[in-house]
């Protein structure tokens, strides 16, 4: 019977792709078409504006910006050849590489450069991260002046560690440096004419967006590293199919219609295991998967109850049966990836149920049911729920867990309208990131799930120091407080998945988990 509705499964998978014009091609010696899957249509092509993930991971293909992130999440050049910061911090000089082309053949000047920030800063671009860098958020752009041709002096009116950061983060866009083509002449945006190894080749909406490789395209000379290093086009085109279903697209990478399916689910790859004609990629990444408490609730406020929780844990064996072996616990706020990630971090909790229970006596905890949310479109946040829910009856602990979907979820979470929720955040490539999306005042941030005043103090002075050794003395403080006061319990960081045909040849997975398809040929 399993055999017979696979077969109905690939056949239907197989129609699918065939109505929506995936057709299996002959493997190529170099050049053509690399075809991958996308679980959803992108937004726009605007960089950092109208945007998700999938947005994200396409358009920056086509995009660069000054500086990039490297693979250990530090911060290296794209654009900028080099930079200096002056020694209050405030002001940063970058000299350009020469000689960089845009995709309509005009080459890349520091006019450019001033031309992009501005669009960046005007509200009415939508910018992402406008508020970073407008003043209300931890420093505020007070000038980009083009000094000559190659060199950008750009002011802000305080110094922070997390410039740089911000500039190269993906959801940005990477504040990308965008010819002015890229805009009509009303300003509204038409198609990005950025510098990346790929230009924008069609997108038809619900089906798929192809990009044509740039033959003019000035390759940084290191190693590929990140979002940085070189970049080169190895296929004529790129083209990401969006397929909802899994099934889907695993049919299409089985009979050569797909050449790369990332972001696979756990089921999807012990499937694959094992076949001759498909490799595996398994990346470690940096989103946190965890359970999260509302520490104003009348019976979780109590330190002592979270802790218990937390102590009847097995951590390694709920993610050794969740990730089936391709992730590692951590119970820190800093994923495992970070350069920031030591000894410290390294400490979590232990099972202990002996003083699990004792806590719960001590709290006159008396069986009070706690409601505990979770949701089916992420696997591995409803499995977290029923393991966790498994181990806190052995110290008697009672947890009932209501399913919603995503979006009453995302919702339910953003308001603080929970007791406690398994939960899942993507990644966040700097450390005063990782801890911001947890830490904040309640009363105007119901989202945040840690309100406590010193964090706040911590969080804020690890984002205005540019010392690596004081900020990792300010996060080792920050990792100690969050363990003692329990806001949420993190359980492991998971890790990239993707099968690739065995005709795939350059691709490499990395912490943050989107493709790139520079560097990746069709043999």
Same mark, same amino acid.
């Given at each position: 019977?399993?055999?017979?509705?696979?077969?109905?499964?690939?056949?239907?998978?197989?129609?699918?792709?065939?109505?929506?014009?995936?057709?299996?091609?002959?493997?190529?010696?170099?050049?053509?078409?690399?075809?991958?899957?996308?679980?959803?249509?992108?937004?726009?092509?605007?960089?950092?504006?109208?945007?998700?993930?999938?947005?994200?991971?396409?358009?920056?293909?086509?995009?660069?910006?000054?500086?990039?992130?490297?693979?250990?999440?530090?911060?290296?050049?794209?654009?900028?050849?080099?930079?200096?910061?002056?020694?209050?911090?405030?002001?940063?000089?970058?000299?350009?590489?020469?000689?960089?082309?845009?995709?309509?053949?005009?080459?890349?000047?520091?006019?450019?450069?001033?031309?992009?920030?501005?669009?960046? !800063?005007?509200? +009415?671009?939508?910018?992402?991260?406008?508020?970073?860098?407008?003043?209300?958020?931890?420093?505020?752009?007070?000038?980009?002046?083009?000094?000559?041709?190659?060199?950008?002096?750009?002011?802000?009116?305080?110094?922070?560690?997390?410039?740089?950061?911000?500039?190269?983060?993906?959801?940005?866009?990477?504040?990308?440096?965008?010819?002015?083509?890229?805009?009509?002449?009303?300003?509204?945006?038409?198609?990005?004419?950025?510098?990346?190894?790929?230009?924008?080749?069609?997108?038809?909406?619900?089906?798929?967006?192809?990009?044509?490789?740039?033959?003019?395209?000035?390759?940084?000379?290191?190693?590929?590293?990140?979002?940085?290093?070189?970049?080169?086009?190895?296929?004529?085109?790129?083209?990401?199919?969006?397929?909802?279903?899994?099934?889907?697209?695993?049919?299409?990478?089985?009979?050569?219609?797909?050449?790369?399916?990332?972001?696979?689910?756990?089921?999807?790859?012990?499937?694959?295991?094992?076949?001759?004609?498909?490799?595996?990629?398994?990346?470690?990444?940096?989103?946190?998967?965890?359970?999260?408490?509302?520490?104003?609730?009348?019976?979780?406020?109590?330190?002592?109850?979270?802790?218990?929780?937390?102590?009847?844990?097995?951590?390694?064996?709920?993610?050794?049966?969740?990730?089936?072996?391709?992730?590692?616990?951590?119970?820190?706020?800093?994923?495992?990836?970070?350069?920031?990630?030591? +000894?410290?971090?390294?400490?979590?909790?232990?099972?202990?149920?002996?003083?699990?229970?004792?806590?719960?006596?001590?709290?006159?905890?008396?069986?009070?049911?706690?409601?505990?949310?979770?949701?089916?479109?992420?696997?591995?946040?409803?499995?977290?729920?029923?393991?966790?829910?498994?181990?806190?009856?052995?110290?008697?602990?009672?947890?009932?867990?209501?399913?919603?979907?995503?979006?009453?979820?995302?919702?339910?979470?953003?308001?603080?309208?929970?007791?406690?929720?398994?939960?899942?955040?993507?990644?966040?490539?700097?450390?005063?990131?990782?801890?911001?999306?947890?830490?904040?005042?309640?009363?105007?941030?119901?989202?945040?799930?840690?309100?406590?005043?010193?964090?706040?103090?911590?969080?804020?002075?690890?984002?205005?120091?540019?010392?690596?050794?004081?900020?990792?003395?300010?996060?080792?403080?920050?990792?100690?407080?969050?363990?003692?006061?329990?806001?949420?319990?993190?359980?492991?960081?998971?890790?990239?998945?993707?099968? !690739?045909?065995?005709?795939?040849?350059?691709?490499?997975?990395?912490?943050?988990?989107?493709?790139?398809?520079?560097?990746?040929?069709?043999?």
């Amino acid at each position: 019977m399993r055999r017979i509705d696979r077969l109905a499964a690939n056949l239907a998978a197989g129609l699918t792709l065939a109505l929506m014009g995936f057709v299996a091609a002959p493997a190529e010696a170099g050049g053509g078409t690399l075809r991958t899957r996308m679980n959803a249509d992108i937004r726009s092509t605007d960089p950092g504006t109208n945007r998700d993930a999938n947005t994200d991971g396409v358009v920056a293909h086509m995009v660069e910006g000054l500086v990039a992130f490297r693979e250990d999440t530090s911060i290296g050049p794209m654009l900028a050849e080099s930079w200096t910061i002056s020694e209050d911090g405030k002001t940063y000089t970058f000299r350009l590489r020469s000689g960089v082309k845009f995709h309509n053949g005009a080459t890349m000047t520091a006019d450019d450069v001033v031309w992009s920030f501005k669009r960046w !800063l005007d509200p +009415a671009t939508q910018w992402r991260c406008l508020t970073e860098l407008n003043g209300k958020g931890f420093a505020k752009i007070e000038a980009v002046d083009a000094v000559d041709p190659q060199t950008v002096v750009i002011k802000l009116d305080q110094p922070t560690a997390l410039f740089l950061g911000t500039l190269a983060r993906p959801d940005c866009g990477q504040t990308a440096i965008i010819h002015r083509d890229s805009v009509g002449p009303d300003g509204k945006w038409v198609a990005p004419v950025g510098t990346g190894p790929f230009k924008f080749g069609e997108w038809k909406r619900g089906q798929y967006i192809e990009l044509v490789r740039f033959n003019d395209y000035s390759s940084r000379t290191e190693a590929r590293d990140g979002y940085t290093g070189a970049k080169t086009g190895e296929v004529d085109r790129v083209r990401f199919n969006f397929i909802p279903d899994s099934s889907a697209a695993k049919a299409g990478l089985l009979s050569g219609s797909l050449d790369v399916v990332a972001s696979l689910s756990v089921p999807d790859l012990d499937d694959l295991k094992g076949r001759n004609d498909v490799r595996l990629s398994i990346t470690p990444a940096l989103g946190l998967t965890g359970i999260l408490m509302q520490t104003t609730d009348p019976l979780l406020r109590d330190v002592r109850i979270r802790r218990a929780l937390a102590l009847c844990l097995d951590t390694k064996e709920i993610v050794d049966v969740i990730t089936h072996g391709t992730a590692r616990p951590n119970n820190s706020a800093l994923p495992l990836g970070s350069p920031f990630y030591g +000894a410290v971090q390294a400490e979590g909790y232990k099972q202990n149920i002996a003083e699990a229970k004792r806590l719960l006596t001590e709290a006159g905890y008396k069986g009070q049911p706690i409601k505990m949310i979770a949701n089916k479109r992420y696997t591995n946040v409803f499995d977290s729920a029923v393991l966790v829910q498994a181990m806190a009856e052995a110290v008697g602990l009672k947890i009932d867990i209501e399913v919603l979907d995503w979006a009453t979820q995302l919702d339910r979470y953003n308001k603080g309208d929970y007791q406690a929720m398994a939960f899942v955040y993507s990644a966040r490539l700097d450390p005063s990131l990782s801890f911001e999306m947890l830490t904040g005042p309640k009363a105007t941030q119901p989202r945040k799930v840690w309100d406590n005043p010193q964090a706040h103090e911590l969080l804020r002075e690890s984002m205005l120091t540019l010392d690596a050794a004081k900020r990792q003395s300010l996060f080792d403080e920050l990792h100690r407080r969050f363990i003692a006061d329990v806001p949420m319990i993190v359980l492991y960081n998971g890790s990239e998945l993707a099968a !690739l045909r065995n005709n795939v040849k350059g691709y490499a997975g990395w912490l943050f988990p989107q493709p790139r398809f520079w560097g990746v040929s069709l043999q």
